[in-house]
C-alpha cells in the first residue's frame, strides 16, 4: 500500500525551512568569525569545561563498578568509534597528521596521565578532585612561560601562588591516610596533564582540530589496550550504553579544548576554567550523591 506523502512535491515553506536553517548557521559563523580571538578561546574553554564536569561524574560512577585501567580503554575506544563517521566521511587522506610522532609523543604523554587519573578516580570525591584539577592550569601557565615565551605579568604569578595556597588549605587535611595516597596520586596527574596541553597547543600550530582529537583518541586507545586486559570484565549493556556516551562527551570535550588552546593564549584558558572549577565544585558534591544513590538502588 501506498504511502500518503509518496510522491508529494513539497510546498515552498517546507522547502525553505532547511535553507533557513543554513543561513542562521552561517551567520552565527560570521558573527563568531568578528569575536577577537581571547574571547572566542575563552567560549570554547567553557563549553569544554562543561562537558568535561558531566564527563567526570559519568567516568567515576563507571571505575566504581570496573577495573580503572578497563575503563580507561573503552571511554577512549568508543571515542573513536564515534568519530570514524567523521573520518569515513571526509577521507581518510584529510585525516592523516602531518606529524604523526607528535601525535603519539603527545598520546603516551595524555595516556600517563589518565592512568594515574583513573587509579585515583574510583578512591577520592568528586569536589577534591576538582580542588586538585585547579593545580593544572597551574602547570600549564609555567609551561607556557618556559616553551612559548607567553607574558607572564606578576599579577599572573600572584594568581598562581594564591590558586595553589588554595588547593593546599582544602587537601591538607586530607593527606592522611590511604585517601591521602590516591590524592597525591591524582596530584602527580596534573603535571602529566599540563605536558599533554601544552602539546596540544603546538601541534595546533600544524594540525586541524579533527585530526589533533581523532589521533589522541586512536593514540590514547592503543596504549591503554595492555593494561586493560589484566583485569578485564565484561561490561553489562547498560555500562556498554554509559561508555558511548562518555566517547561522545570525550569527544566534544577535547574538540573544544583544542579550539580554545588555537584560539586564545594559555593564561585566558586558565581563568575561564578557574571560574568554572569554583561553581562546579560545589555541583559536583551534590552530583556525586545522586550518582552514589542511583548506583545503590539499581544494584538492589
Known amino acids: 500500500m501506498e504511502s500518503k506523502n509518496e510522491g508529494r512535491v513539497p510546498t515552498p515553506r517546507e522547502r525553505a525551512r532547511p535553507n533557513w536553517a543554513h543561513r542562521r548557521l552561517r551567520h552565527a559563523r560570521r558573527h563568531a568569525a568578528t569575536l577577537p580571538g581571547p574571547v572566542r578561546g575563552l567560549m570554547w574553554a567553557a563549553a569544554a569545561g562543561l562537558v568535561f564536569s558531566h564527563l567526570n561524574a559519568l567516568m567515576r560512577l563507571l571505575t566504581q563498578q570496573l577495573d580503572p585501567f578497563e575503563t580507561q580503554f573503552l571511554r577512549y575506544l568508543f571515542g573513536v568509534v564515534v568519530m570514524l563517521p567523521l573520518v569515513l566521511r571526509g577521507g581518510l587522506r584529510s585525516y592523516w597528521p602531518k606529524q604523526l610522532g607528535g601525535q603519539f609523543t603527545r598520546g603516551a604523554v595524555h595516556t600517563?596521565?589518565?592512568?594515574?587519573?583513573?587509579?585515583?578516580?574510583?578512591?577520592?570525591?568528586?569536589?577534591?578532585?576538582?580542588?586538585?584539577?585547579?593545580?593544572?592550569?597551574?602547570?600549564?601557565?609555567?609551561?607556557?612561560?618556559?616553551?612559548?615565551?607567553?607574558?607572564?605579568?606578576w599579577e599572573r604569578w600572584l594568581a598562581a601562588g594564591i590558586g595553589l595556597t588554595g588547593v593546599l588549605i582544602v587537601l591538607a587535611p586530607k593527606m592522611t591516610g590511604s585517601g591521602g595516597v590516591y590524592n597525591l596520586v591524582m596530584l602527580s596527574s596534573a603535571p602529566v596533564f599540563a605536558a599533554s596541553f601544552l602539546l596540544t597547543k603546538s601541534l595546533t600550530r600544524h594540525e586541524s582540530t579533527g585530526v589533533i582529537v581523532v589521533w589522541q583518541a586512536i593514540s590514547v586507545t592503543l596504549f591503554s589496550l595492555p593494561p586493560a586486559l589484566f583485569n578485564w570484565h565484561n561490561p553489562t549493556p547498560i555500562q556498554w550504553c554509559g561508555f558511548a556516551l562518555c566517547g561522545l562527551l570525550g569527544s566534544t570535550g577535547h574538540y573544544c579544548l583544542t579550539r580554545s588552546f588555537r584560539s586564545a593564549d594559555m593564561y585566558a584558558w586558565i581563568v575561564i576554567l578557574a571560574v568554572l572549577g569554583y561553581g562546579l565544585n560545589a555541583l559536583f558534591v551534590r552530583l556525586e550523591r545522586r550518582l552514589i544513590h542511583w548506583s545503590y538502588s539499581t544494584a538492589e
Open 112 to 153: 600517563l596521565g589518565l592512568c594515574l587519573w583513573f587509579t585515583a578516580l574510583p578512591k577520592i570525591p568528586l569536589a577534591d578532585m576538582t580542588a586538585i584539577g585547579f593545580t593544572g592550569p597551574i602547570f600549564i601557565m609555567v609551561g607556557a612561560y618556559i616553551f612559548f615565551k607567553e607574558p607572564m605579568r
